[in-house]
């Protein structure tokens, strides 16, 4: 049984001890952040995520009590990740090794307002009587202000107060055997005698209506009839949250659980039938209940577009027969977007993306209500006699855009034959216009596809004249062609990406950057990209998207390192103030293994900011800025901005100018902790570097703490890797060309020393392997399967500091580092080779002699 009046003997939830590189790592999980859920009363605030630590009680198996600090709340992975004062790490601790977890801080409710008709109602909270039953007997009692039950466990309410605080409690689903709640609130009110149960009844279904709501919001169902109108639904529609539209159907007790189970079991034959439809179908809701449901739970405006008055310039975006095959009224533009109303803009995805690319711009979906819109569509568009006109021909527009992922070459095969149908032009130059129905489908295709061949970059290439547009992919470091296009494609394929991620498609002078959520497009991936576009000459223009492979830190033991750098690096980063740099070309993961580092020290007691250029890797406890030079927010002056912000540790994304550094070496020297980037070639000329930019010897050489020079190489296929006992041929060069770097002082001693560590380490059955993978179908036949750290740390001791202060060359340095035990680049990539983590030609690659 595990005993939480001793909370450092408590077994993780990888079965380590705290002190372990393996707690590190699972203390360090990537994680979801959590929303505790609150009472379902309207009285109370919505759920919102846990982004800061919260006060908490844990009572254990043995029913003994711990208070602590609640940091990460992760269901999912059936942890909770807790902090216990005066430590100053996390510890992961799984659901089945406690009874319950209580945030103590008392949650309270909305202050009523007294201009709200339904206050009274609103207000009711009657707490009801709990029991449970616990795994090997035994019970717990209490009083709840209403209940959440999941598939993790049971969350409770206990009040604390008169004025209605509660204090939510969460009992893990394997700590008890079954759970019953007293008399429902009706009930109760009944038996005190405060209402008839007529009135119960009456105020239930009413709650039903406003369960999700805040105190003194009630939506009414109201019809939009005028553009002022119209906005103003806008601007309340979008600070409401989203709910699915089973759950809102559900909540204003429409239809049943167990009659959205149903339908939602027959989806499953039928994904291309909107749950809505299905429920209509089923005879379960009316049209109008829908309705109902999106306006009032969803937050979508209702327009009543029979009386709306719609604008030309809106018709005039959208053809008439893509308006009328898409179901949808253009009503308005307003600060470059257009404004449409369609039946169900839950549902419609692909309407809104066909209508955004046919009309070169934003779109903000309404919900529209109408006795007949085809007639009021035929009427608006009869009017400016836009019935046969458009950009478009009708015949292309009466095609559906199908965003269904299929064969690349299928989709080259479509949009040729598209081109030519819809091509009245004898000019075999005719260009691809947004209306062909594949683009999208070959775009979207493009993006999976990279991401699942674990591409880093996507780089469309623009060529003059008709030479073809190429499409390549960067994987694992190497460059390889995906497609070629004819060149009538590239305008139309660079005006889409800008459109994905909101730039401005009419700007092709000067270079933009963007980002693009792909999950908006194709909801089953979720994919974020980086997208950067770069004039090139005669007028066009190259794109090139980096696939974001995760948007949370690695834990710091799993980026690559040795031991000793390991170790190393663990000890400065927890240093409470000093200068800490990571160097390396574009590319190399420098970002990530400072975002690693942080993750190491974020605690609750170390605020922590951030400046980056962008925003790449977000973890909770940070706070994190996006730096934009457009406006004059530079890196130099979010540092100057950050040291006004009271911070114990700062990471700017990159010192690129003597500003920078100068400000980064003051933080440093007045009692913060600096972690920053650089484009070096290694750790020692990343000293000379800084010098040569201006900084005072003295000060920067009391500032640095160390220098993390890396490169990534690829790594060998874990699928096909072989490995055979090495040659003594083999032995006797990657010794030679490790210990070149110690010069006249890689002595017979040293050598021996060097090769029987390799054999402690690396051997097998007392030699060392050699390694190589033929390749196979998980590579795709290349040997390589994603890609590896090589690191090369420099940690500044006294005798580093006097060298440094006296400008010494990075030779000296080099020199001084490697007697204290630092490892080069190649002497690092050398080890990896015997470890069976790459290749020599790999290493030699990335790294000098």
């Known amino acids: 049984m595990t005993d939480l009046s001793t909370p450092l003997e408590w077994q993780l939830a990888d079965g380590a001890r705290p002190g372990s590189a393996s707690r590190r790592e699972a203390d360090k999980l990537a994680r979801e952040v959590f929303a505790w859920p609150t009472p379902p009363f309207a009285s109370y605030p919505a759920p919102t995520p846990q982004t800061d630590p919260l006060p908490c009680e844990i009572v254990g198996l ?51 307002a007294p201009q709200d008709p339904h206050s009274d109602m609103l207000g009711q909270r009657t707490a009801s009587e709990f029991r449970i039953d616990w795994q090997g007997g035994g019970e717990l009692r209490g009083q709840t202000i209403g209940h959440v039950e999941n598939e993790h466990g049971l969350f409770l309410f206990p009040p604390v107060d008169e004025a209605g605080g509660v204090r939510r409690l969460f009992v893990p689903r394997a700590a008890y055997a079954n759970w019953e709640l007293g008399a429902r609130i009706g009930e109760l009110l009944v038996q005190h005698a405060r209402a008839t149960p007529q009135q119960v009844e009456q105020a239930v279904d009413t709650q039903k209506n406003l369960r999700s709501q805040k105190i003194g919001e009630i939506l009414l169902m109201r019809q939009v009839v005028s553009p002022a109108q119209l906005f103003e639904a806008i601007d309340r529609q979008a600070r409401m949250p989203m709910v699915r539209i089973g759950d809102a159907l559900v909540s204003l007790g429409m239809i049943t659980q167990a009659q959205l189970d149903e339908a939602l079991a027959q989806q499953q034959s039928d994904r291309s039938t909107p749950l809505g439809e299905l429920l209509v179908r089923m005879g379960v809701v009316s049209r109008a209940d829908l309705q109902v449901a999106l306006s009032r739970k969803m937050g979508y405006p209702l327009v009543d577009i029979d009386a709306f008055p719609a604008e030309a310039d809106a018709l005039r975006k959208i053809p008439y027969a893509a308006a009328s095959r898409l179901a949808l009224m253009p009503l308005l533009i307003r600060e470059g977007r257009l404004i449409l109303a369609l039946d169900d803009p839950a549902r419609r995805h692909a309407a809104v993306e066909e209508a955004e690319f046919i009309a070169q711009m934003k779109v903000v979906p309404v919900l529209a209500q109408s006795r007949r819109l085809e007639d009021v569509l035929h009427a608006a568009y009869e009017k400016i006699d836009g019935l046969q006109s458009g950009r478009f021909p009708e015949s292309d527009a009466a095609q559906p855009i199908e965003f269904a992922l299929t064969d690349t070459d299928k989709l080259i095969e479509s949009l040729e034959r598209d081109n030519a149908q819809g091509s009245l032009a004898l000019d075999e130059e005719a260009q691809i216009e947004q209306s062909d129905n594949s683009l999208v489908r070959l775009i979207n295709t493009m993006i999976v596809e990279a991401h699942k061949d674990g591409a880093s970059d996507i780089h469309v290439e623009s060529y003059p004249g008709r030479e073809k547009i190429r499409i390549r992919f960067r994987k694992d470091g190497l460059m390889r062609t995906y497609l070629e296009l004819p060149s009538s494609y590239r305008n139309a394929m660079v005006a889409r990406i800008k459109i994905m991620c909101d730039l401005d498609i009419s700007e092709k002078r000067k270079p933009q950057d963007g980002k693009i959520n792909f999950a908006k497009f194709v909801a089953q991936h979720r994919i974020e990209l980086r997208v950067a576009t770069i004039p090139t000459t005669g007028g066009l223009e190259d794109v ?86 457009k406006i004059d927010w530079t890196f130099a002056k ?150 590896a750290g090589v690191h090369e740390l420099m940690v500044v001791s006294r005798a580093l500091r006097r060298l440094i202060q006296t400008g010494a060359r990075a030779e000296a340095l080099q020199e001084t580092a490697l007697r204290e035990g630092m490892r080069t680049l190649r002497q690092d990539g050398i080890e990896k080779v015997w470890a069976g983590v790459t290749t020599t030609d790999e290493v030699r690659a990335i790294s000098n002699s």
């Open 544 to 629: 090139v998207m980096r696939i974001l492979a995760s948007a949370k830190p690695i834990p710091l033991p799993r980026i690559g390192l040795s031991e000793r750098n390991l170790a190393e690096l663990q000890r400065v980063v927890e240093r409470p103030y000093g200068m800490v740099l990571c160097v390396g070309p574009t590319g190399s993961g420098k970002t990530t293994t400072l975002h690693s580092a942080l993750s190491h020290i974020n605690v609750p007691e170390r605020k922590i900011w951030t400046a980056e250029d962008p925003v790449e890797i977000t973890q909770p406890g940070l706070r994190q800025v996006q730096v934009n030079p």
């Open 638 to 787: 979010a540092l100057r901005a950050f040291l006004r912000a009271d911070p114990d540790v700062i990471m700017v994304g990159e010192i690129r100018d003597h500003e920078t550094a100068q400000t980064a070496v003051e933080a440093s020297l007045t009692g913060h902790l600096v972690l920053s980037t650089l484009h070096t070639n290694s750790a020692p000329e990343t000293v000379t570097r800084l010098l040569d930019m201006g900084m005072d010897p003295f000060n920067f050489a009391d500032s640095l703490l160390a220098v993390l020079a890396q490169r990534l190489v690829r790594r060998l296929c874990g699928e096909c890797r072989t490995g055979r006992p090495a040659t003594e041929e083999e032995i006797d060069e990657l010794l030679a060309d490790y210990l070149n770097a110690f010069g006249d002082e890689a002595t017979p001693a040293l050598r021996e020393a060097t090769l029987r560590g390799w054999i402690e380490r690396f051997g097998r059955d007392g030699r060392l392997q050699h390694f190589h993978a033929p390749g196979c179908a998980h590579c795709g036949n290349t040997g390589f399967r994603g890609r």
């Open 62 to 112: 043995n029913d003994k009590r711990t208070s602590g600090r609640l940091t990460f709340f992760v269901p999912e992975e059936a942890v909770a990740h807790v902090q216990i004062p005066p430590a100053r790490t996390t510890l992961p601790l799984r659901f089945d090794q406690f009874r319950t977890l209580t945030l103590t801080t008392p949650l309270a409710p909305h202050a009523p």
